[in-house]
């Protein structure tokens, strides 16, 4: 199993991802800018000069309904990975709670976590020999 640094690291990582992820959705959902048609004058509808200049975003086809639908839908697809790795995160950080109350992890006098099942393992490992499970069955 995984000690406590590792398990911090993982948790902050898709913590991370899902704020990243979810940012991406919030762009996707908010942010939408379509190209003015070539079916009439930009100069009749536009009287600033300042948009004149505008670009595309997170446009893919002609059709305004159409772009919202697509945004929308990629939007809800980054929330979903958004919270599934804030779930897997939530679910990381129980488990390890959980493996310090049991007593799997344990903080020494330097205030760092050492797995107690990985020492118990250690000393309690014996190597597997044919003929000590031999002697086993004889007597059983």
Known sequence: MFNATVYKTIIIAFLTLSVFFGVIGAYKLWVYESAPTSD???DDYYSD???EDVTPQNVY???DAYNFIINSTKAAAYFVV???LALFAVGLEVIKQLRISNG???IDDKGKYIDTLKKRRE???Q???PEHDKNDNATS
Do not use: I, Q, W
């Open 104 to 106: 799997l992890l344990v």
């Open 49 to 51: 000069d300042e948009d």
């Open 40 to 42: 009439y004058e930009e």
């Open 82 to 84: 958004a919270g599934f």
């Open 123 to 125: 000393v309690n490992y």
């Open 127 to 129: 190597p597997f020999t």
């Open 61 to 63: 086809v002609g059709a």
